[in-house]
């Protein structure tokens, strides 16, 4: 094992790590030269981006898609300038209609993201939506209804646990017999 302390170690750990960061982005490069047509060259997507449908995604200037996104496209997605994708990001254009009886339908909407949009890390964004100009999806959205321009999308998570019907309404039956004592 080399060690780190050791100035031809270090410089070989370095330049290792050098080597795979320039595989990497010459695989993204491949990739998206050869899957997305319909993309601007000085846009950026990670090779482990999964894309269904790559003739229905069209792709504006100086865009970077993170890693593991999945781009979905049974219908038309079309990213504006200047959008940020972060990792693990899925935009799916294609559903299925729950309202009716199995086996359930297919259904899909276009997408339209925004100039300036920025999406941040496990989000999900579904069909039917419009992305506004400079907006931010903030990590972990599920977005199912359109964003205005220059505003915030955020989740704050909460846990809620519901009560068992019995406890319930034993609690409730205690309360109102309180009431009826004062």
């Not at 038309?76 to 200047?82: H, R």
């Not at 693990?88 to 276009?110: F, M, Q, S």
Request: charged content about 20%.
């Amino acid at each position: 094992m080399l060690c780190v302390d050791n100035p031809v170690g270090r410089a070989l750990i370095l330049s290792f790590f050098g080597l795979a960061s320039l595989i990497d982005r010459a695989l993204s490069l491949l990739f998206f030269l050869a899957v997305l047509k319909h993309a601007d060259r000085t846009s950026f997507c990670h090779w482990s981006t999964q894309v269904k449908c790559p003739e229905n995604i069209k792709i504006g200037r100086q865009v970077t898609i993170g890693n593991r996104c999945v781009l979905g496209a049974k219908e038309p997605i079309t990213i504006g300038d200047y959008v940020r994708i972060g990792r693990n990001v899925t935009i799916e254009t294609g559903g299925l209609l729950a309202d009716e009886t199995p086996p359930y339908r297919h259904t899909a909407k276009p997408i339209r993201i925004e100039d300036g949009a920025i999406i941040y890390a496990n989000s999900t964004v579904l069909g039917g939506v419009t992305i506004g100009k400079y907006s931010i999806v903030s990590a972990g959205c599920v977005v199912t209804k359109d964003v205005p321009p220059f505003s915030l999308v955020a989740v704050a998570r909460r846990q809620e646990i519901q009560r068992r019907p019995s406890v319930r309404r034993l609690l409730e039956g205690s309360a109102a017999a309180d009431e009826k004592r004062s």
